[in-house]
RNA sequence: GGUCCCUUCGUCUAGCGGUCUAGGACAUCGCCCUCUCACGGCGAAAACACGGGUUCGAUUCCCGUAGGGAUCACCA
């Protein structure tokens, strides 16, 4: 199993995949899951981003099982094998299998230019192979005047020829041959060179003792260039599975997830929103099997997946189906454990939230285990970490601000001087309620004093005779308490809250 | 453009010649529950890309067409 992430930018989503199939597959059969880097191109080498992938695949429980210092076949940083591909880059020169070029990148785009406009195919091949046989002599005159040079593979496929090979995930695929001297290894100023995709892969599957080949679709094309590749080396072939991309919606068309264009095509996304890596994981095992998709997280986690499952259509990342599977696994959750999830993503995320909650865990606790703890049916409202703060935050005095506007929008309209009747009526009688109905009696009680209808049905059969009925009067105490028209059972609020922050918060409209 | 791959509800898909008046899940909408949410219950709407074959019979097999994706680098 390999996962093999290269340098060139920030961790994408479907590098996530990948790892997680290759990770999912080693471990259900065994195996072990290793990732290589693959940095044999200088030029578009980022600064610090294998780092960033540590801290990643770290965060997805994805590190590999066997890295530098501890793994039988390390290095695992490809520019710390460019000996390893050169000897034997060595042994197919010797063999006859490979040779140098010293064509210049402006021959090769003329070259390239002439073939489109004879409308023939492009590469490097027959009359366009300049320096695969070329004699010795010219050779030797040009290795002695210094000039750069890559070593191509001499291709041994001809025009017409089909190829046939067995991918797990499509089955049989057949496709033309390859005809082109492929580069093999690139050109250097020293001595050190390094390899191109097609050879170093090949060669560390080997060595690494690698059992599928797991990557994506778009190396299908490139197949037949590895089947030469391996005959010429003497190596045996490795299973391929090549699974589709991760699609995005664009329009009515639908394209590969794109890093640069799509903010959720990169893993920090996911991060930083908060959700947690499970159901990340599980949703994406949904998508690579639909099968996992109707099982709950922890058994799709569980479960096997199967390569011969995967769909061969790029499935499109849908963030309403995650967000679902991210809310089902939350709710799935203890209340401490919640609360430590949303820490350890506010410290890094909502340094204020982080604050707030960490001076009072006690209260942040009680506020989750609101429907939550000891019910049969917990509620489904935290689908991401960053969720807490509007559904949990005002239960915490430094993110609450005090509703003291008796003509507030959020009151529903409700005249002013009746807002702040009813809230002077409802301290003046407060007892905490044990139970809904109880405290639900009780507001009805106090909101009839101040003119509401005790019903609903009441107030829409007289509209007139009322000042509201006894939903806009718990709407008004719903709002001082919680500056939202949407919270739990508010006798479970303020069971929370207390009874002097509920004297606080409703008082604040009295005035 | 050449080559390869793909095509069932909005989305992920089940289906592997009759079981399909095409099943499920998410999303959507409606109803119920109800102090607002959330949860839960019930229900609705929603698809076999198109055209030819093969067959007694095609969503399922074959061939075209269309559409989508991928690839044609000293990038991986």
Not at 89 to 110: H, I, N, Q, S, W
Not at 355 to 370: F, K, N, T
């Amino acid at each position: 199993m390999r996962f093999c992430p290269s340098p060139t930018g920030a961790m994408h989503l479907g590098g996530i995949y990948v790892a997680m199939l290759d990770q999912a597959i080693a471990r259900q059969s065994d195996g072990v899951y290793i990732i290589r880097i693959e940095d044999t191109d200088q030029e578009r080498e980022v600064e610090g981003a294998a780092g960033d992938f540590d801290r990643i695949l770290r965060w997805f429980g994805l590190t590999a099982d066997e890295f530098d210092g501890q793994g039988a076949y390390g290095p695992y940083t490809q520019s710390q094998r460019a000996d390893i591909y050169m000897s034997y880059a060595r042994d197919l020169m010797r063999r006859g299998k490979a040779y140098p070029c010293f064509a210049t990148k402006d021959e090769l785009t003329a070259m390239a230019a002439e073939q489109r406009a004879m409308k023939v195919q492009p590469g490097y091949y027959g009359r366009w192979a300049p320096w695969r046989d070329a004699p010795d002599d010219q050779v030797r005159a040009k290795l002695d005047s210094g000039q750069p040079y890559v070593i191509r593979l001499r291709s041994p496929g001809e025009g017409e020829r089909r190829v046939t090979f067995t991918d797990i995930i499509r089955g049989e695929i057949t496709a033309n041959d390859n005809q082109n001297d492929v580069v093999i290894l690139k050109s250097s100023a020293n001595s050190l060179r390094l390899p191109t995709y097609h050879f170093a892969h090949l060669i560390d599957d080997h060595l690494m003792r690698a059992t599928i080949v797991l990557r994506g679709e778009e190396w299908i094309s490139s197949v037949p260039v590895h089947l030469q590749l391996l005959e010429a080396n003497g190596f045996d072939q490795i299973p391929y599975a090549h699974v589709a991309p991760l699609m995005k919606q664009e329009g009515s068309a639908r394209r590969k997830l794109s890093k640069r264009k799509d903010p959720e095509a990169s893993a920090e996304f996911y991060i930083e929103a908060g959700y947690p890596r499970q159901a990340i994981l599980s949703f994406l095992r949904g998508l690579a099997n639909s099968r996992l998709s109707y099982l709950s997280v922890a058994e799709s986690l569980s479960e096997p997946v199967h390569l011969e499952e995967a769909g061969m259509a790029g499935p499109l990342v849908d963030l309403a189906k995650l967000d679902h599977v991210a809310s089902e696994w939350i709710a799935t959750m203890d209340s401490e454990d919640v609360l430590r999830e949303v820490l350890v993503w506010a410290a890094h995320h909502d340094p204020k939230l982080a604050a707030a909650v960490e001076s009072d865990r006690d209260l942040a606790v009680r506020a989750l285990d609101i429907e939550r703890k000891g019910v049969e049916n917990p509620r489904k409202d935290l689908g991401k970490w960053s969720d807490f703060r509007a559904y949990y935050g005002y239960f915490f005095n430094p993110l609450f601000e005090l509703v003291s506007d008796p003509a507030d929008e959020r009151l529903g309209g409700i005249d002013p001087e009746v807002v702040r009747t009813l809230c002077a009526t409802y301290l003046d009688r407060y007892v905490q309620a044990t139970d809904g109905d109880a405290w639900f009696e009780h507001l009805r009680a106090v909101s009839e004093t101040c003119g509401f209808a005790a019903t609903v049905r009441a107030y829409k059969d007289a509209p007139d005779q009322y000042v509201g009925s006894v939903r806009e009067a718990s709407q008004i105490i719903r709002v001082a308490l919680t500056g939202t028209k949407r919270s739990p059972g508010l006798h479970l609020v303020t069971d929370v809250l207390g009874e002097p922050e509920v004297r606080r918060r409703i008082g604040a409209l009295v005035g």
